[in-house]
């Protein structure tokens, strides 16, 4: 069984930084994609950047030129770093990982960015 345990997150001013974390533990295939997905109150889940276990990145273009993500393929860990952080990037993010065998999701950590 795959687990993915987040941390980060919380309460921080417009233009502020956040650093999110999520470790896999369990049967991951050497091929996996980790990514980042947020969901804003009323609105659709959504994704925010992926990391691909060669090293590919893609990321939604609202975020392009202040989120990176990064992986640490030996702890089977990714991250996001959040930078000049807007109201509008409040939401969940959740950590999602997609293996040969299955997508799993993390229980969510709540970003919030007061303006």
């Known amino acids: 069984q795959v687990q993915l345990v987040e941390s980060g997150g919380g309460l921080v001013q417009a233009g502020g930084s956040l650093r999110l974390s999520c470790a896999a533990s369990g049967s991951i295939s050497s091929f996996n994609i980790m990514a980042w997905k947020r969901q804003a109150p009323g609105k659709q889940r959504e994704l925010v950047a992926a990391?691909?276990?060669?090293?590919?990145?893609n990321y939604a273009d609202s975020v392009k030129g202040r989120f990176t993500i990064s992986r640490d393929n030996a702890k089977n860990t990714v991250y996001l770093h959040l930078n000049s952080l807007k109201p509008e990037d409040t939401a969940v993010y959740y950590c999602n990982l997609r293996t040969t065998w299955g997508e799993y999701w993390g229980q969510g950590t709540q970003v919030t960015v007061s303006s």
């Open positions: 990391v691909t276990s060669g090293g590919t990145t």
